[in-house]
C-alpha cells in the first residue's frame, strides 16, 4: 500500500514541525495573543530579509599597503611573510622561444598590475571584462608579491637555454625519507603568491593564469597560510610548535651575499646575479599519529618547549642553545630537529638556509586521514652546500615517522625586474 505525503510525514515525524510551521500566524498567532494578554503580534512575512552576514575583520581598508616591485631582488624573499600564500607549478608549453619571451613579458605586466592594485583596464562592453571582479571594482594592493622562479626542465632544448642554467638547479632530490608524488613534483616555474588574504592571492593567480593562458598550464598547485601569533612571537606549525625562529640575518647585506644571493665571481652565469635558489617542499604531517605522543616526548624529538617555543633549558624563543656545554645531549637530545638541523658549529655556519614556511590543510587523504602540513621554502645560495647538507644531517631523525615529504621541486628565483622597461627573465633570454 502507498503512502500519501501528509501519512510520510506523520510516520518519519517530519509532519508536527510541517504542520506547526504551516500554522504560525494562525492558530500560533492566536496562542501567542492570548500568552501575551492580547498584544499585538505582527504577521509574520517570509520573505522579508534578516540582517547581513558581514566581515567582522574589517573592509578593504584595512588590507595591507602596495609592496614595491621593481628592485634588484624580487619581493617575496625578503619581505616579511604574509598571512596568505598560494603556490603554482607550471609547465610551459609556449611552442617558440620568441612565445616564452612574450609569456614572461605578459607575466611581468601581470604581476606589476596586481602588486600595485588600482582600477582594471576596461576593455569595452563588448569584450569580456579584463578582470574576474573578485576583489571587487577596484583591486586593492594587500600586500601582494608575486615571486618567479624557473626550474630545470625549463633549460632543456625547447627554447636553447641549455648553456645558461644556474650552476645548482638540478631535479629535486630524493631522500630516503621522501615519498614523492610526481603529479606534485617538479614545473617548469613556480609561482608563490603571498598577500594578506587568501581570495588576494587566488585572485592573483586567477588573473595571470587567464593572462598567459595558452603559453604555461598548472602542474600542481596548494594554499597556505601562517597562523597568527598564539599568544605572542612566531606563528605555530600544525604539530602545535612555533616555526621559524632561527633563521639568519638576510636582511644584513654582508650576510645575504654569503648565504642567500647569486653574487660575481661564484661560478654561476652573470645573468643569474641577484636571483637565489628557491626549495619548495611540500612535506605532510601524520597529525593523527603526532597527536597520541606525549608532550615531553614530542618537546625531545623537536628541541623546543612547545607552549613558549623555547630551546630546552632556556627562557626564550630566541635564545640560541649552548651545545658546547651540553656535548651528550642530556638537555637537547643530539636527535632532536634544531640540534641537527643548525649544529651552531663553524663547520655548519656556511649550510644555514632561510627558511619561510606556510602551513596547509588540503582536506583528507584517499586513506580517510586528515592532509595537512607544510609547504616548506627555503632560499639560499648554493641547494648542494645549504639545503641538501642540511638535509642530510635530518635523514633518521626520529621525526620522520610523524612528516613525509611528498611533492615540490627545486626551482630559481629570477632576479628582479629592474624598472618598468624591463621583465622577468629578460637577462636569461639577452645572454643566448
Known amino acids: 500500500m502507498s503512502l500519501d505525503r501528509r501519512q510520510f510525514l506523520r510516520r518519519s515525524g517530519l509532519g508536527a514541525a510541517s504542520v506547526s510551521a504551516g500554522l504560525l500566524g494562525t492558530a500560533g498567532a492566536a496562542d501567542a495573543r492570548a500568552a501575551g494578554q492580547g498584544a499585538h503580534v505582527p504577521e509574520v512575512t517570509l520573505q522579508s530579509d534578516g540582517p547581513e552576514l558581514l566581515n567582522q575583520l574589517g573592509g578593504p581598508a584595512a588590507r595591507l599597503a602596495a609592496v614595491p616591485f621593481h628592485g634588484l631582488h624580487q619581493a617575496g624573499i625578503l619581505t616579511g611573510p604574509l598571512p596568505a600564500a598560494c603556490f603554482a607549478a607550471f609547465d610551459v608549453v609556449a611552442e617558440r622561444r ?3 619571451h612574450e609569456m614572461l613579458r ?3 605586466d601581470a604581476a606589476r598590475l596586481l602588486t600595485a592594485g588600482g582600477v582594471p583596464p576596461a576593455l569595452g562592453t563588448g569584450a569580456p571584462p579584463s578582470d574576474s571582479g573578485t576583489l571587487g571594482p577596484v583591486i586593492p594592493a594587500d600586500g ?9 626542465s625549463l633549460f632543456d632544448d625547447r627554447y636553447g637555454l641549455t648553456a645558461q642554467r644556474p650552476r645548482h638547479l638540478t631535479p629535486m632530490r630524493s631522500f630516503p625519507n621522501d ?5 606534485q613534483t617538479g614545473g617548469d616555474l613556480l609561482l608563490q603568491i603571498c598577500a594578506g588574504s587568501p581570495d588576494t592571492a587566488i585572485h592573483a593567480l586567477r588573473y595571470i593564469a587567464k593572462h598567459t593562458r595558452g603559453a604555461m598550464q598548472i602542474r600542481w598547485r596548494l594554499d597556505g597560510f601562517i597562523a597568527p601569533p598564539r599568544p605572542a612571537g612566531a606563528p605555530r606549525n600544525h604539530l602545535g610548535f612555533k616555526d621559524g625562529i632561527a633563521n639568519p640575518d638576510v636582511q644584513d647585506p654582508r650576510i645575504a651575499d654569503r648565504l642567500l644571493w647569486l653574487v660575481d665571481g661564484i661560478g654561476e652565469p652573470g645573468w643569474a646575479t641577484g636571483g637565489t635558489y628557491h626549495v619548495c617542499r611540500i612535506i605532510k604531517t601524520l597529525v593523527e599519529f603526532w597527536d597520541r605522543v606525549s608532550l615531553i616526548e614530542q618537546q625531545r624529538m623537536i628541541g623546543r ?17 649552548d651545545y658546547r656545554t651540553d656535548p651528550h645531549g642530556r638537555r637537547i637530545p643530539l636527535s632532536a630537529h634544531i640540534r641537527l638541523a643548525n649544529p651552531r658549529a663553524a663547520s655548519t655556519e656556511e649550510s644555514r638556509i632561510y627558511r619561510r ?3 596547509y590543510d588540503a582536506g583528507i587523504d584517499l586513506n580517510g586521514n586528515l592532509n595537512m602540513g607544510l609547504i616548506f621554502n627555503s632560499f639560499q645560495q648554493n641547494i648542494r652546500r645549504q639545503f641538501e647538507a642540511t638535509q642530510l644531517r635530518l635523514v633518521g631523525e626520529p621525526m620522520v615517522d610523524y612528516v613525509t615529504p611528498v611533492g615540490g621541486g627545486y626551482f630559481f628565483a629570477l632576479p628582479g625586474v629592474r624598472d618598468r622597461s624591463d621583465w622577468y627573465g629578460r637577462g636569461l633570454l639577452a645572454a643566448t
Not at 144 to 152: E, I
Not at 179 to 183: E, T, V
Open 179 to 183: 615519498d614523492l608524488d610526481l603529479a
Open 305 to 321: 618547549y612547545r607552549d613558549t617555543g623555547a630551546p630546552i633549558g632556556t627562557d626564550s624563543e630566541t635564545a640560541i642553545p
Open 357 to 359: 614556511g606556510y602551513n
Open 106 to 108: 605578459a607575466l611581468t
Open 98 to 100: 620568441a612565445d616564452l
Open 144 to 152: 601582494l608579491t608575486v615571486t618567479v622562479a624557473v626550474g630545470h
